[in-house]
């Protein structure tokens, strides 16, 4: 089992930046991928990023230029850095170890961006 924590959301004003962090409860170094998804009220849940094992990223057309993906191994953390937020922005954010032996997801994290 693989436990993932969330943290880092908020109330930001449209422009503004967040960073979430997502603490994963063993070794990321072998994890194939570490994604951040996103689901906003009334939608479908999202891919907005990911890292691979390798570092390879990849980003929602929505959001590229705007937020960064990547992972601290050492830290066996994952972080998504949120630059020039939208109100579109607004969901809640969660992460996601797709690795060989399962898939897991943390509690989520509430992102609004006001106008």
């Known amino acids: 089992q693989v436990q993932l924590v969330e943290s880092g959301g908020g109330l930001v004003q449209a422009g503004g930046s967040l960073r979430l962090s997502c603490a994963v409860s063993r070794s990321i170094f072998s994890i194939n991928a570490m994604n951040w998804y996103r689901q906003a009220s009334g939608k479908q849940r999202e891919l907005v990023a990911t890292?691979?094992?390798?570092?390879?990223?990849s980003y929602a057309d929505s959001v590229k230029g705007r937020f960064t993906i990547f992972r601290d191994n050492a830290k066996n953390t994952v972080y998504l850095q949120m630059n020039n937020l939208k109100p579109e922005d607004t969901a809640v954010y969660y992460c996601n170890a797709d690795d060989l032996v399962g898939n897991y997801w943390g509690q989520g994290t509430q992102v609004t961006v006001s106008s």
């Open positions: 890292v691979t094992s390798r570092g390879t990223r």
